[in-house]
Each structure stands twice: as structure tokens, then as C-alpha cells.
């Protein structure tokens, strides 16, 4: 198993930024790729951007690549989300997920889930 944890979420104010981590422990060797994703207010859960492990190649939902930005430190099995110029319909639960296979943005191609990390950004 791998246990993704998110960190970083907040209250952030229009046009402001915030950096989301996602730590990976446990048999993380198994893991080829990260994905984040986003559940706003009512709406379903979205991919937002995904990397794969071994060669940094990431993908993004087509609205939000000009704003976010994921990279990864695989020294510290850890995936970030860099997220400016941010927007009120930003706002939503963010979660980071772990892929047995290179990034996707196919929710049933993720194994592991994190909690889920806020984020909400005010007008």
C-alpha cells in the first residue's frame, strides 16, 4: 500500500498562490505516478494535474496548466502543486492519489487516495 497525505490547504485571497504537498509513505516503490484532483462544493471530483515518478513528465486539465504547476522531490517521495493566480472557483477539497502506472488522468487509474487537503480562496 501507499498513503499519499496532503498539507499546504488554506484560506488564500483572489489572485494570491499556495503550494500543496503530497508525502507518500509506505510501499512507495510500487508507485509510478501522482495525480492531484479537486472536489468543489456540489460538483465532482476533477482531475487537476499528474506526474509521473521516474522521468517528471506531468500532465494538467487543460483550464488550470497557465496557473499550476506540479513537480516532485523523489528523495522525499513527495509531489507539490504549485497553484497561482488563484481563483474564487478554486476552491474545493484537493487530493493527491497515487497510480500504479505512468501519470493519467483517469480517477479509476489511482489506487490511493489521500484525505484531502482545503483550499479556498476568497473573493
Known amino acids: 500500500q501507499v498513503q499519499p497525505v496532503e498539507s499546504g490547504g488554506g484560506l488564500v485571497q483572489a489572485g494570491g498562490s499556495l503550494r500543496l504537498s503530497c508525502a507518500a509513505s509506505?510501499?512507495?516503490?510500487?508507485?509510478?505516478?501522482m495525480g492531484w484532483f479537486r472536489q468543489a462544493p456540489g460538483k465532482e471530483r476533477e482531475f487537476v494535474a499528474a506526474?509521473?515518478?521516474?522521468?517528471?513528465?506531468?500532465i494538467y486539465a487543460n483550464s488550470l496548466k497557465d496557473r499550476f504547476t506540479v513537480s516532485r522531490d523523489s528523495a522525499k517521495n513527495t509531489v507539490y502543486l504549485q497553484m497561482n493566480s488563484l481563483k474564487p472557483e478554486d476552491t474545493a477539497v484537493y487530493y493527491c492519489?497515487?497510480?500504479?502506472?505512468?501519470?493519467?488522468?483517469?480517477?479509476?487509474?489511482?489506487?490511493?487516495w489521500g484525505q484531502g487537503t482545503q483550499v479556498t480562496v476568497s473573493s
Open positions: 506526474i509521473t515518478w521516474s522521468n517528471g513528465n506531468s
Open positions: 492519489a497515487a497510480a500504479m502506472q505512468a501519470a493519467t488522468i483517469f480517477q479509476y487509474n489511482y489506487d490511493y
Open positions: 509506505g510501499r512507495t516503490f510500487s508507485s509510478r505516478a
